[in-house]
């Protein structure tokens, strides 16, 4: 959150309070308190993987991406994540929403306004 630019309204204060409490150190600690009881009462863990992060580890590490994803799930199942999720998809409807709105608004630019211009963005949060 500390990055956010509140650029459209998003989040409400109380999904901006759950996000804030996803962070290093609850994740670690959740792992820890996982480790430490029985099976019943473990929290599930899940992780989302934007789509850009992939190709910068596959970039570091010297991988191809589908590469990177599988070890980067591994790692993360290894360290006690129950789901690991890719997100790519549902940037790919991000993208079609955006067209799509884009679109509908330039045929509009002659009879409203504010039609034009329209921001859009690929926030991976």
């Known amino acids: 959150l500390s990055d956010c630019l509140a650029c459209d309204s998003c989040m409400t204060l109380e999904e901006g309070a759950r996000v804030f409490q996803q962070n290093q150190k609850e994740f670690f600690r959740v792992l820890n308190l996982n480790k430490k009881c029985d099976t019943s009462k473990h929290k599930v863990l899940a992780v989302s993987i934007c789509p850009q ?39 790919d409807f991000s993208i ?4 799509r709105e884009f679109v509908q608004r330039y045929q509009r630019r002659n ?7 329209m921001f859009a963005s690929a926030c991976p949060g």
């Open 111 to 117: 009879q409203e306004e504010h039609a034009l211009p």
């Open 96 to 99: 079609l929403e955006s067209q």
């Open 53 to 91: 992060s992939l190709p910068y580890f596959a970039a570091k590490f010297n991988l191809s991406v589908n590469e990177a994803a599988k070890r980067l799930c591994g790692f993360l199942k290894s360290l006690g994540v129950h789901y690991v999720f890719d997100t790519t998809i549902a940037a």
